[in-house]
Structures are given as structure tokens and as C-alpha cells.
């Protein structure tokens, strides 16, 4: 029931669920509660009415493990590369084991020169957990990559359900009218940051914007 499931989601983003998904999906349903936060840092919080309009944020230095994906639509790109992190993060690995769950996965994102819509290849990043950090387990699919990212200061904005090409770019232009003209944040290069496995429909993400060193 659990596969059908996954498999009924998996179709709304145009990707067939291969049977070889069950185990992985099986054990992160067993291991849900457990998800550990990526650390970082609040820096300010800017708002109205009590609401937080956005928040900006410092992450340290860390290890993640990436996949790139250039796919003829976003969320193709997303699932195929977290199915692949799955794998990794619950047995493919060398020390054979469940790394554990950390929150948000990350999904780097580039856009065209005119501004007006995504470039296919997207980086999806998973953040080994803390007892890993020293020293990462080692991928069997040679397309992961471990990288050590270097710390990141970003300016952050919640919004809810589910991620598109359209979604996105309505929430990078909220995110700009709220902010401005910034001198000191990128331009065509933003995160996507998701907090809740794609079954949940209202899911939490976060539009990222990166500021410059």
C-alpha cells in the first residue's frame, strides 16, 4: 500500500517509481520522526503584523551529498535525484547502513538570461548528518558526489505545497518586491529548500536567496 502510494505521487511529477524504491521507501517511512535540522544561524528577522516575511541566515561549512539532474521539467529533475539520495541515504553506501534524515533538502536552481524561466539542470543536496560529517560514507552510484559547500548566507521566505517551474518563479518575484534592489544578493542563481517528503500536499519549502561574500 505504502509503494502505491508513493507510486500515485510519483506520477503527478511525471516519473515512473521503479519496484527496486520499495526497501528505501519502506525504511524512511520507519525512520520519519527522526529527521535531524541542518545548523545554521538567524541573523534578523524582517515582518509585518508579527508575520516573518522573510529571515536572514548564515549556514556553516558542511559536507552534502549532490546529484545534478537536467530533466525537461523541474520536478522530474527533483524526484529522480532524491530517489538516488534515498538509495544512498538507506543502504548504498559504504558502511551499509541508514545515514539518517536531514532537513531541508536543497535544490540549487539557475535561471535563463532573460529571467523568465528555469535552466533544466537543477543540484539536489542532501546534508550528511552530524556523525558523518568527519567522514562521509562513501556513494556505490557513482553519479552522487559528496562536496564540502562552503558557508552560506542567505535570505529566506516560507511558502506551501507543491514546487513547479511556476511556483518557483512566482516566489523568487514575491521575494524581490518585498526585498528591493539588493546590490549584495545573486541574480539567476536561488535555492529551493524542502522540508516534507512530496506525499504531504500543503508541504513546507523555502525560496533561498544567496547573498554575496
Same mark, same amino acid.
Given at each position: 500500500? %505504502?509503494?502505491?502510494?508513493?507510486? =500515485? /505521487?510519483?506520477?503527478?511529477?511525471? @516519473? ?26 538567524? %541573523? ?7 508575520? =516573518? =516575511? ?10 552534502? =551529498?549532490? /546529484? ?36 531541508? @533538502?536543497?535544490?540549487? $536552481?539557475? %535561471? ?41 548566507? @542567505? $535570505?529566506?521566505? /516560507? ?26 544578493? %545573486? ?27
Amino acid at each position: 500500500r %505504502l509503494f502505491a502510494h508513493w507510486e =500515485a /505521487v510519483a506520477s503527478t511529477h511525471r @516519473v515512473s517509481l521503479p519496484r527496486d524504491m520499495a526497501g528505501p521507501i519502506a525504511q524512511m517511512a520507519r525512520h520519519r520522526h527522526a529527521r535531524e535540522p541542518v545548523p545554521y544561524v538567524s %541573523l534578523s528577522q524582517h515582518g509585518k503584523c508579527e508575520e =516573518a =516575511a522573510y529571515e536572514e541566515r548564515r549556514y556553516p561549512a558542511g559536507k552534502w =551529498a549532490c /546529484v545534478t539532474m537536467g530533466e525537461p521539467m523541474y520536478e522530474q529533475s527533483i524526484s529522480l535525484s532524491f530517489m538516488k539520495l534515498m538509495r544512498y541515504i538507506c543502504k548504498e553506501n559504504s558502511v551499509g547502513c541508514h545515514l539518517g534524515m536531514t532537513v531541508p @533538502v536543497l535544490n540549487e $536552481i539557475h %535561471l535563463t538570461k532573460e529571467g523568465t524561466e528555469l535552466e533544466r539542470e537543477v543540484l539536489t543536496a542532501y546534508y550528511l548528518p552530524g556523525a558523518f560529517q568527519q567522514n562521509p560514507p562513501v556513494p556505490t552510484d557513482p553519479e552522487i558526489h559528496i562536496t564540502e559547500r562552503a558557508p552560506l548566507r @542567505v $535570505i529566506t521566505r /516560507v511558502f506551501y505545497g507543491m514546487t513547479t517551474e511556476e511556483t518557483i518563479l512566482r516566489e523568487i518575484s514575491l521575494l524581490w518586491e518585498l526585498l528591493g534592489p539588493r546590490e549584495a544578493v %545573486l541574480r539567476g542563481t536561488y535555492i529551493v529548500a524542502s522540508y516534507e517528503n512530496p506525499s504531504v500536499p500543503q508541504r513546507r519549502n523555502e525560496i533561498w536567496f544567496i547573498c554575496q561574500a
